[in-house]
């Protein structure tokens, strides 16, 4: 399998000119919505000068953490397994929140996977509801480890008149299949409430969750 440490590409190259920055927060301070999702290195980078202008800093490294990944799943992934994080409530890494909260107990975000990516910095004000633990670490393409304690793979924050959501990471909401053996991951993992949790964001960005 690909070493997903050794990617490299021209998304370490902004993907917005300053002049697109500028009109997305002035339309979400505005009122409007945003979700800004970018994955591990190198695409953080790609989208950092954005995430920037809601006070939200992107790592764009490899977010790891041994204490909390999924052993099973991890396998697939070489040396990235140990991004396979896995935030639950019960660990206190789902912060509470209206998108974690949603408007009943079905709705209620217990726990969340994701499929190696960036770790996320909010500014005061802002919600880390997807928490890394104090083992989490940050991982450089050059083999550096950084320790990620404090930071997130998921921040909401209101912004002027309006909402964003910044994740950090892509698989989460999306439904794949990988390897010989066809293993789902992403939303169709039914063990997760990562579904639920892509409704909750989009609830929660069009003003349907206070």
């Not at 994701?114 to 928490?131: D, E, I, N, R, Y």
């Amino acid at each position: 399998m690909l070493n997903q440490f050794a990617v490299a590409s021209a998304a370490d190259n902004p993907a917005f000119t300053e002049e697109e920055c500028d009109a997305v927060s002035h339309w979400v301070e505005s009122g409007g919505s945003l979700l800004l999702i970018a994955d591990h290195q190198p695409w953080g980078a790609a989208a950092a000068n954005l995430a920037k202008r809601f006070a939200v800093e992107m790592k764009s490294a490899f977010t790891i953490d041994p204490s909390n990944y999924d052993q099973e799943l991890g396998k697939l992934f070489g040396d990235a397994g140990q991004g396979i994080l896995v935030f639950t409530r019960d660990k206190g890494l789902v912060a509470d929140h209206p998108i974690t909260r949603g408007r009943d107990e079905k709705e209620r975000i217990n726990r969340v996977m994701t499929f190696v990516g960036q770790s996320l910095k909010g500014a005061a004000g802002s919600t880390s509801f997807l928490k890394l633990a104090p083992t989490a670490l940050d991982v450089q393409r050059s083999g550096e480890r950084n320790s990620a304690a404090g930071r997130a793979q998921g921040v909401a924050l209101k912004f002027g008149k309006g909402r964003v959501v910044v994740l950090g990471e892509a698989a989460m909401l999306s439904a794949q299949v990988v390897g010989k053996e066809k293993t789902q991951i992403g939303m169709n993992r039914g063990e997760i409430n990562n579904r639920q949790l892509a409704l909750n964001i989009m609830h929660w960005l069009s003003g349907l969750l206070k």
